[in-house]
């Protein structure tokens, strides 16, 4: 149960607009963002740095929501572990991937770029300090500075994001949980 109470829908005024894109976009609303919207001017300002994150044509979407998905696992964030594997779902990545997305180093279902750049999530969301000149070269070896930059700003939003949701413990939503029972499950997912 949430620690604390997302606005109601009557005192979210421009943000139900965004909401109600969210629910054709992806089927449902997020929790986080009525919550957000507690602190004044918090929700849309995520909003903007959200979409420029995840909007990014630098990176393939799948690849960006693959990401987020090791980054925040790896945090232990439950509720944006199941959104950003439902997101690279939505985006087209194979269901081979999603079951294999903890074997990335060994998977056959993974290129070496893909690999750089989720070793990349897992060393930037678990120690920042832990990212070393080798994997940012192993990166180069794949992807210019600009997708790079775009690499470490989907790790950094959702670094936000873990915490934000996990610290108010955010209800998931019906349609990423039941994906995350589905999916993620077999996988360790709680």
């Avoid at 993974?110 to 690999?115: G, I, L, Q, S, W």
Wanted: glycine share 6%; aromatic share 6%; proline share 6%.
């Amino acid at each position: 149960m949430a620690r604390i109470s997302p606005l109601p829908t009557s005192e979210l005024g421009p943000l139900n607009a965004v909401l109600e894109t969210m629910i054709a976009n992806n089927g449902y609303a997020p929790n986080s963002i009525p919550t957000m919207a507690r602190v004044p001017g918090l929700a849309p300002a995520f909003g903007e740095m959200a979409k420029v994150v995840l909007a990014n044509p630098k990176l393939p979407v799948g690849l960006s929501s693959m990401v987020a998905h090791i980054a925040s696992t790896t945090a232990g964030c439950r509720y944006c572990s199941a959104h950003s594997a439902h997101n690279a779902e939505h985006a087209g990545v194979s269901a081979e991937k999603l079951a294999d997305l903890w074997l990335w180093e060994t998977s056959e279902h993974f290129d070496e770029a893909e690999r750089s750049a989720l070793r990349l999530a897992f060393h930037g969301a678990s120690v920042p300090n832990t990212v070393t000149d080798e994997l940012i070269d192993d990166m180069r070896e794949h992807f210019d500075d600009d997708q790079i930059a775009g690499v470490v700003a989907v790790i950094s939003l959702f670094g936000f994001l873990n915490r934000w949701n996990d610290t108010m413990a955010t209800d998931l939503e019906d349609k990423p949980n039941e994906f995350a029972e589905a999916v993620l499950r077999p996988q360790g997912w709680k």
